[in-house]
């Protein structure tokens, strides 16, 4: 199907791509909230900086276009892959450092649930734990350059919104999570039969820096729409965005 976007951490490159490309989407979002496609469109225009720009624009941009061919298609499952595959050790990103990640007490966590739904119980991790459980190997890809592949597995989201009674023709699932992240699906990316509320990463507990005790896994999303640490999901009609979307990175990163 042509969707193989090679093996390993660095489809880019080294570091320094990575840093600049990080910089040059950043410039782009602050002049006038680009997203990624639109840089992708952008190729050969008239940014200043000569060639190295240019080189970064059309590796840019062929990256795009391969995301944008492997990304979301409601027809279609995201790749699997085998468990020789696994990304190791697997890459951290927040918008913060590691040791900031939020450390989250099994015991107390509770997951609260809101809006569209007949059931607004908050859910403690044994519940959760004692609903259908499933899981893939999949890739994450990072809109910042890199992907790599893991493997996640919890409650399918489709099963735990049916589970609360929630409104399916609703248009959103909103999420909200320890730090100050949050993140926002559209009802057919959260009843996708990949998307997942997942609780173990390999097969273990999710560690702290990859999102205890609750993770969104949606594998046909860009990285930034997997939100870590959710402690809050709701059913809503009204798009609630996102950390990265309401600065400017494209709300659907998908399809
Ligand atoms: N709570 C929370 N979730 C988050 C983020 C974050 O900063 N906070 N960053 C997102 C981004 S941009 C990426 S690429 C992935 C990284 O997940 P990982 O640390 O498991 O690789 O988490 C996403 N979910
Ligand atoms: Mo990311």
Redesign the pocket.
């Known amino acids: 199907m042509g969707h193989d976007l090679g093996a390993g951490t660095d489809m880019i490159g080294d570091q320094d791509h990575r840093r600049a490309l990080r910089l040059l989407e950043r410039r782009l979002l602050l002049r006038r909230g680009l997203s990624l496609s639109a840089l992708g469109l952008l190729t050969g225009c008239n940014l200043q900086d000569g060639d190295a720009v240019d080189r970064l624009l059309w590796s840019m941009s062929r990256w795009n276009d391969r995301v944008q061919a492997w990304l979301f298609d409601p027809n279609r499952l995201a790749p699997t892959y085998a468990a020789r595959d696994i990304t190791t050790p697997?890459?951290?990103?927040?918008?913060?450092p590691e040791d900031d990640a939020p450390e989250i007490d099994a015991d107390d966590y509770r997951l609260a649930v809101s809006g569209r739904v007949s059931d607004t119980a908050p859910w403690t991790l044994a519940r959760l734990r004692a609903l259908p459980q499933q899981g893939q190997i999949t890739r994450?890809i990072?809109?910042e350059g890199w992907s790599?592949i893991g493997q996640w597995s919890g409650v399918p989201l489709r099963v735990f919104l049916e589970r609360v009674g929630a409104d399916l023709r609703a248009g959103f699932v909103g999420f909200k999570?320890?730090?100050r992240?949050y993140s926002s699906i559209d009802m057919a990316t959260a009843l996708h039969p990949q998307t997942n509320l997942a609780l173990d990463f390999g097969t273990a507990p999710l560690p702290t820096?990859?999102?205890f005790p609750l993770k969104l896994r949606v594998p046909t999303k860009l990285?930034?729409k997997?939100?870590?640490?959710i402690v809050a999901i709701i059913v809503t009609n009204d798009n609630p965005g996102g950390?990265?979307e309401d600065q400017g990175y494209n709300w659907f990163s998908g399809s």
Do not use: E, L, T, V
């Open positions: 697997f890459p951290f990103n927040a918008y913060y994450h990072c809109i790599a999570c320890a730090d992240y820096k990859y999102g990285g930034f997997n939100p870590k640490h950390y990265w």
